[in-house]
């Protein structure tokens, strides 16, 4: 199968990151995607549970780095 990229600036990118990774650049494009699909589905799957706890009046309750956004009164209150 053939990618054909006609944007100057995304060819400089693939690239500098194939060089970067010291990589073809079938392998860098793969390897961007793959991460950029897997933060485009993270960011997804936290919209639909941030629009479910909503729905359901439940506290959005978060783990790690975002912890800090857990609202804790909400989360601690019965009913």
Do not use: C
Not at 3 to 8: A, G, S, T, V, W
Not at 21 to 46: M, N, P, W, Y
Not at 53 to 63: D, E, I, M, R
């Amino acid at each position: 199968m053939a990618l054909n990229i006609k944007d100057q600036r995304t060819d400089e990118l693939a690239r500098r990151a194939a060089e970067l990774r010291q990589s073809g650049i079938t392998e860098a494009v793969r390897a961007a995607l793959e991460r950029d699909v897997i933060l485009l589905e993270a960011e997804r799957d936290q919209r639909r549970k941030d629009f479910l706890a909503k729905s359901l009046n439940a506290p959005l309750l978060y783990k790690g780095d975002d912890f800090a956004k857990t609202d804790i009164a909400r989360a601690v209150s019965p009913g």
